[in-house]
């Protein structure tokens, strides 16, 4: 092991601060989109102008003044709406940062929880709401002001047109709205499905061996086809609805036009208003229902983007750690289990039931029960990965569960039955990933004996770990073992460590916990064969798998 070897700093922490707060870009594009109503309304002004004043006039040179006008306005408005389409695009990417680290954070946790169609659905959820925020969603919602200037102008106009073009906009309005109400669900809904089956599919992947040596990739196709072909199928029955919706929302714009010509063809004869009123309108009332139409047109986006946005809600809401307790300073030094009942999830019985021991400093337990009695499941209640359905456990005083994870996680080693390897190099792994001294991260890698075995590898300490490294299984189980001695953290759960080592390693393994427990750590073991362990360990917990335990104290 070179000394030189250095570990890299934690690749990415959540950022201490929030980034800059969106409240004032978005009040940036507010004002700017009241500046684009307002070029908006020179067309409709200046058509009355050329019509009602220049037809008079007979004065051709004030038309070319009209018409560099208009020509200057849009301009204005042209490059106004540019200015807050890049503002916009801005903004939505600060927001999908913000939600990604959220999410990220929210996803693992209800992963833990088991619920992996909603966690693996998270990140898809923030793409998908980004989407919405970078299209032109936000720019519609911004342009419904020009609702209120349009209606406004048209009131002054005549009544008649205001009444027109507010029925028009109703319409639209209403056929949006039962555009979402009829579709929304449908689509969420086949997105999951999706998202399941999508998962399932890649799962069955990682057991490729297992799927084409045995001949099971018919079988496999055969579960997913019928899924995706399901979920596509109400996909596609509610993009028919929304098409249909979208026809429905383009004759309405047909009677729309036909109506205010209609009203303007009457109010002209009977002189109520001008020939250029009558166009001024025509142009206007489309300004009050062309934001409506072009929601009700992006209805597919904004929709999606809207259950995206409450499933992810909802998922930060789940994935919300518990509140943090200070430690208890009458807590007994080590671990100490108090009153501790747990369940599988849907079990009518609990697994382990009233629980209470105390492990001190230096003790070893082996937890024993047959296949299914709770042991893992007890362990990841010790870890405080699992809420238990009542009762505690206290490390030094610091409840597992409710302690923030930055504080109780380098208190604890754990090796499950799966290593669990990190995209990353040995060291990092090993390391835990802090960036903090070489030299302890080597000295747990020999203390468990796998110095040696890393050592071998085509690039020590700097091969790489992760699940593509192509580490054996052994080799990554003594990596995982090395992470769960770093640092002597005060207790070091083993889920079966003898599993899958040789006979080297499993001495080696054995000196290493006699080491740690003189130095004060706590360990439980699991095993299937307790006896092994009965020259070591001080006392034995056997679980029975319907509530019942006994504890057996060896020394
Ligand atoms: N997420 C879950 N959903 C439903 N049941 C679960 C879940 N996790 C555990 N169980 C059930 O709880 C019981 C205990 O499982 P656990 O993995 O804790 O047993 P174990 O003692 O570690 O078994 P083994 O020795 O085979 O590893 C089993 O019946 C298992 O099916």
């Known amino acids: 092991m070179s000394a030189t070897l250095r570990l890299p700093a934690p690749a990415s922490r959540l950022p201490r601060r929030a980034p800059a707060s969106v409240a004032p870009v978005l009040a940036v594009c507010i004002l700017l989109s009241v500046a684009i109503q307002a070029t908006m309304l020179t067309t409709p002004l200046l058509t009355m102008h050329a019509f009602d004043g220049v037809m008079e006039s007979h004065n051709l040179d004030s038309l070319w003044v009209l018409a560099?006008?208009?020509?200057?306005?849009?301009?204005?408005?042209?490059?106004?709406?540019?200015?807050?389409a890049a503002l916009l695009a801005g903004l939505a990417e600060r927001v999908g940062r913000r939600l990604q680290l959220g999410a990220l954070a929210a996803t693992v946790r209800v992963a833990l929880d088991g619920d992996r169609v909603a966690a693996g659905r998270a990140l898809q959820d923030v793409a998908e709401l980004r989407r919405m925020l970078g299209g032109s969603v936000p720019a519609d919602v911004l342009d419904l002001l020009s609702i209120p200037v349009a209606l406004g102008f048209l009131w002054l106009l005549h009544p008649l047109f205001f009444a027109v073009a507010l029925i028009a906009a109703l319409l639209q309005a209403a056929l949006g709205v039962l555009a979402d109400r009829t579709t929304r669900d449908v689509v969420s809904t086949a997105t999951t499905d999706e998202a399941r089956t999508r998962r399932d599919l890649v799962g069955r992947l990682t057991q490729r061996d297992m799927v084409l040596g045995l001949g099971l990739l018919p079988a496999v196709l055969g579960r997913f086809a019928p899924a995706q072909a399901q979920a596509m199928r109400?996909?596609?029955?509610?993009?028919?609805?929304?098409?249909?919706?979208?026809?429905?929302?383009?004759?309405?714009?047909?009677?729309?036009?036909?109506?205010?010509?209609?009203?303007?063809?009457?109010?002209?004869?009977?002189?109520?208003?001008?020939?250029g009123s009558m166009l001024a309108a025509a142009t206007m009332v489309n300004f009050a229902t062309r934001p409506v139409v072009h929601l009700v047109g992006h209805w597919r986006d904004w929709s999606l983007g809207i259950a995206a946005a409450r499933r992810l809600v909802d998922i930060a809401h789940r994935g919300r750690p518990p509140a943090a307790v200070p430690p208890d300073p009458a807590a007994p030094p080590g671990l100490a289990v108090q009153d501790l009942t747990i369940r599988a999830p849907g079990a009518p019985r609990p697994l382990v039931e009233d629980l209470s021991f105390i492990l001190p400093p230096g003790g070893i337990l082996v937890l024993a029960g047959r296949n299914g009695a709770g042991k893992t499941t007890l362990i990841r209640a010790l870890l405080g990965l699992a809420e238990p359905e009542a009762g505690r456990v206290l490390l030094d005083g610091h409840d597992t569960l409710r302690s923030p994870r930055a504080e109780i996680g380098p208190r604890l080693g754990y090796l499950p039955q799966e290593p669990q390897l990190l995209e990353g190099s040995v060291i990092e792994n090993v390391g835990r990933f802090a960036g903090g001294d070489t030299e302890v991260a080597v000295a747990a890698a020999r203390r468990v004996g796998a110095h040696a075995a890393i050592g071998r590898l085509p690039r020590g300490y700097e091969n790489g770990a992760g699940p593509d490294a192509g580490l054996s299984g052994g080799q990554s189980r003594l990596v995982a073992l090395a992470r769960a001695?770093?640092?002597a953290p005060r207790l070091i759960v083993l889920d079966e460590p003898e599993a899958g080592l040789d006979g080297a390693a499993r001495a080696a393994l054995r000196e290493g916990v006699a080491q740690v427990r003189a130095e004060g750590s706590a360990l439980l073991l699991v095993s299937h064969d307790p006896r092994?362990?009965?020259?070591?360990?001080?006392?034995?917990?056997?679980?029975?798998?319907?509530?019942?335990?006994?504890?057996?104290v060896l020394r």
Request: neutral net charge.
């Open 532 to 552: 092994a362990w009965s020259g070591t360990a001080d006392r034995v917990l056997r679980l029975h798998g319907d509530g019942a335990w006994e504890l057996e």
């Open 485 to 487: 001695f770093h640092g």
């Open 68 to 84: 560099l006008a208009f020509l200057i306005a849009l301009l204005l408005g042209g490059t106004l709406r540019h200015l807050r």
């Open 234 to 275: 109400t996909r596609g029955a509610a993009e028919r609805q929304a098409q249909a919706l979208a026809g429905l929302l383009e004759f309405a714009t047909f009677l729309q036009q036909i109506a205010i010509v209609c009203a303007g063809v009457w109010l002209l004869l009977r002189h109520e208003i001008s020939p």
